[in-house]
């Protein structure tokens, strides 16, 4: 089980109301390969590429694809059609004192961040503003919630747990933008997944 990370959880229900400066988004997995203008490591308006320290990436939280859950989603296998019953793994971050992931810091609003909240069911939002002072702002970032753990404790005791290789291909393509030696930082601070990469196709689920 991940350890959870020091920082200031806060739910979507309540809310930032207290911010008033300006408001980062850290993206380690597939926020890193959202469109938008390329970043570097030096200052812009867009975003700039950072390394959060006291941390390291890992598999940690899954989605039960067998659940339907309205604005949600699922994956479909591209052969049949069917949706698979596996519990389907994503990138999350774990405390490691000695440790430091690589991604990317965008600005973000209050509305983005209450829309991430909805998306990102497997998380929940931390702030993570005192490892990085220079941004002078709350930096938020997802980890992963103890739900989204225990799903993915759930696939590996029935052996069901997978990783769909679109969403390891974006994110790949994501670190990739961000620079010379990102994906090699990428790897020194990624667990290996566990479990088998398949073909699935991603289907969003109405409202």
Known sequence: MC???????????????????????FGYGSLVGEPRAPVTRGSAEDGVVVTLPGFRR??????????????????????????????????DLVADPAGAVNGVCVPVT????????RRERQY???????RLPKLAGPVWVY?????????????????TTVVARAYLDAVLAGVDALGPGARA??????????????????????D
């Open 110 to 117: 209050r509305r983005h961040l209450a829309e991430l909240d």
């Open 58 to 91: 890992t598999w940690g939280v899954a989605m039960d694809n067998r659940a339907v859950i309205p604005g949600y989603k699922s994956y479909r296998d591209p052969g049949t059609g069917r949706t698979p019953a596996v519990y389907v793994a994503f990138l």
């Open 185 to 206: 930082a990428f790897d020194l601070s990624t667990d290996d997944c566990g479990c088998p990469v398949v073909d699935l196709i991603r289907h969003d689920l109405p």
């Open 143 to 159: 980890l992963g919630s103890a739900e989204g753990h225990a799903r993915r404790t759930a696939g590996d005791r029935t052996g």
């Open 3 to 25: 350890a959870p990370a020091p920082g200031r959880a806060v739910t979507s229900s309540q809310g930032p109301d207290h911010i008033t400066a300006r408001q980062w988004l």
């Open 124 to 130: 929940g939002r931390v702030d993570v503003g005192d």
